[in-house]
Each structure stands twice: as C-alpha cells, then as structure tokens.
C-alpha cells in the first residue's frame, strides 16, 4: 500500500498537468473555431473584407475533424473559382452556399438550432454605408484613371537653397 501512495504522490503533479495542458489545448482550438465563426458572420456581406478571406482560409486546419463543415468549405471555394458564377444569379449561389457552411459551422460550434440558416441570411447593411463604400470606391477608380492618364504624379527634387523652400 506504500508503494501506491508514494507512486500516486509522484505522479499527480505529472498527471494535473497533463490535464491542464489538454483542458487548455482544447480551449485554444475552440477559440480559433469561434473566430473563423464570428469573423465569417461579421464579414458576411461584404466578403472581400481580409478578415473575411483570412477566416475561410483557416477553415481546412480548424476544421480538420468536420468533414461535412470542410466539404461545405471546398463547394463554395469551387464556386468563388468558378468564373462562369460572376453574375447576379451565380452571387446568389454562392451566397447560398456560404450561408449553408456559416450554419453547419454554428451546429458545429455547439449553437444547433439556436442559429439557422434565416438568422446567418439576416444581415444588417445600412443604406448610408453602403453608399460610403461606393463612393470611395468611385474616389479610387477617379484618382486611378487621372494618375493613369498623367502618366503618374511628378516630383522634382528641390534644394535648400531654392527660395520656395521655405
């Protein structure tokens, strides 16, 4: 009886940490899980966001041991890569279908019927921002096609002791 109290006083140190680092490990993995989830419902309606990119692109890894979440992952990657899609009906598609993954992710995560596929489509895009997003974007295409034309923005190097140098 000795023996197997010296043994367990020697071993339990060994074994809680072996727990901890399991418990913490596993704790890790989800909160990578999670991430991928809430970055991929944040950038739901705008998916050209990096974070957006950078989510789906970790899917593989994190969900390594979901084959239905990464098989619902290659579909929708094959259709972001399919060029025949880039039209209006081809973006529903897609949309369709990454509206689908964001779910299984959601059952996945634990959330089951809390989360369906109407809440994932439900998404809240202010007018005022979305025309924020086009004008900048007409800024850019402007500034673009003037430098363009330019032939770009010309500097010549001044001295010091030129008198316009303040």
Do not use: C
Not at 45 to 59: C, D, G, K, Q, T
């Amino acid at each position: 009886m000795t023996t197997v109290n010296i043994l367990a006083v020697l071993l339990s140190p060994l074994i809680a940490l072996l727990v901890t680092v399991h418990l913490q490990n596993r704790k890790q993995k989800r909160a990578h899980k999670l991430w991928i989830f809430n970055t991929l419902i944040a950038t739901r309606h705008s998916p050209l966001i990096e974070a957006n990119v950078r989510a789906l692109n970790m899917i593989d890894v994190a969900f390594y041991d979901r084959p239905k979440v990464r098989e619902l992952w290659h579909d929708y990657f094959d259709m972001l890569s399919n060029e025949g899609l880039d039209n209006e009906l081809g973006w529903k598609q897609r949309q369709k279908k990454n509206l689908e993954m964001i779910t299984e992710i959601g059952r996945v995560l634990g959330y089951g019927k809390a989360i369906t596929h109407l809440d994932v489509d439900r998404v809240y895009y202010p007018k005022g921002l979305g025309i924020q997003v086009q004008k900048a974007a007409d800024i850019v295409d402007e500034l673009h096609r003037v430098l363009k034309a330019s032939g770009g923005v010309q500097f010549a190097p001044r001295s010091p002791d030129d008198s316009s140098w303040g």
